[in-house]
């Protein structure tokens, strides 16, 4: 098959978090409801079983409930398996086996930390899907995990049977970086992205406090991720190009956006869908931030299962 010229025509830029926020609205699909899940914190949690994967001198401890097709949840930028507590037993109430493996340094896992690329990362969470021995999984990417999702989508189509990309950048970009009057959109970006501390979340996010369900007790940012795990990942997308990763293998993809995200803002939300064609899906999530997860639960829970349930 022949590269497609207009991806190809595309600069390739790597950009984690906060590059994204420029050129104009783009008007996609739009989550009407929040979701047929209850909007009640359940009372009967599933239990969770945590069990470790041995990769040579690699340990990744993973999180797992539920039983049914395999869904696996990547976290975030040096974050753990924990934030996606609730998410998770949603899953599994709807009929999921859902596995959250903890990236190197976090949790019980252990491994090599230095000159990584996201293929070694992906190797990890390939080993987790073997483990299971039911062959494919869907695998869920949020923010810095969809890099990792797109990037085992590729380097093992055998074991990903479609790919969620949550609050994710679309990883190419049309203008240089160098370009000045990008850097002084970018440079106000920053400043602009709402950086704040969620009390009633426990900890530090990116996220709209507007958009926080009243008296949420979920427990997204009261853990805090590990310098080193945030650093191996940073040196491990700048050392994969983004060619490698961006076309996430063949699989069917959902391009879960959030609609107030200033880190991966909707400006650029017909990207994906733009360069991969029909195989991408794209929804939104309203009244949500980057953070996504504390913010919105349910309709992330029932975007990822109800495009699960598309797949064979």
């Known amino acids: 098959m022949k ?14 978090a906060a590059i994204f926020a420029l050129i104009g609205y783009v008007p996609i699909a739009r989550v009407q409801s929040v979701s047929s899940f209850s ?3 359940p009372t009967n949690p599933n239990i969770e079983k945590h069990f470790m994967v041995d990769r040579g001198d690699i340990h990744i401890e993973v999180i797992a409930q539920g039983s049914g097709p ?19 037993e949603l899953l599994a109430r709807e009929g999921f086996r859902v596995l ?21 990362f992906a190797a990890d969470v390939a080993a987790v899907i073997e483990n299971e021995g039911k062959g494919t999984a869907i695998v869920v990417g949020h923010a810095y995990g969809h890099f990792v999702t797109r990037m085992l989508a590729t380097d093992r189509p055998d074991l990903v049977r479609g790919a969620v ?11 240089a970086f160098t370009n000045p009057l990008f850097r002084r959109k970018f ?37 805090d991720g590990t310098p080193e795990t945030e650093k191996a990942e940073n040196t491990a997308s700048r050392a994969t190009p983004v060619d490698e990763w961006f076309a996430c293998g063949t699989t069917r993809v959902l391009d879960l956006q959030a ?18 064609g029909e195989r991408v899906t794209v929804v939104v999530i309203p009244n949500a931030g980057h953070a996504l997860v504390p913010e919105q639960p349910q309709a992330m829970a029932s975007a990822i299962a109800a495009f699960a349930r598309t797949l064979k």
């Open 3 to 16: 590269p497609n010229k207009t991806i190809l025509a595309w600069q390739p830029v790597y950009f984690f």
């Open 39 to 41: 909007t009640q914190t």
């Open 70 to 88: 395999a869904i696996v949840i990547l976290p975030s930028l040096g974050r753990g398996a924990e934030d996606y507590g609730f998410v998770a």
């Open 100 to 120: 959250r493996p903890q990236p190197r340094g976090i949790g019980k896992s252990t491994g090599p930390m230095a000159n990584l690329t996201l293929h070694d």
């Open 165 to 175: 990309l949550a609050a994710a950048s679309a990883g190419r970009f049309q203008m």
């Open 187 to 223: 440079a106000k970006l920053l400043k602009r992205v709402e950086i704040c501390h969620c009390r009633r979340l426990g900890g530090s996010t990116i996220c709209n406090l507007r958009s926080l369900p009243q008296g949420t007790t979920h427990t997204y940012g009261s853990r």
């Open 259 to 276: 609609e107030n995200d200033a880190v991966a803002p909707r400006k650029f939300a017909s990207v994906l869908k733009a360069a991969l």
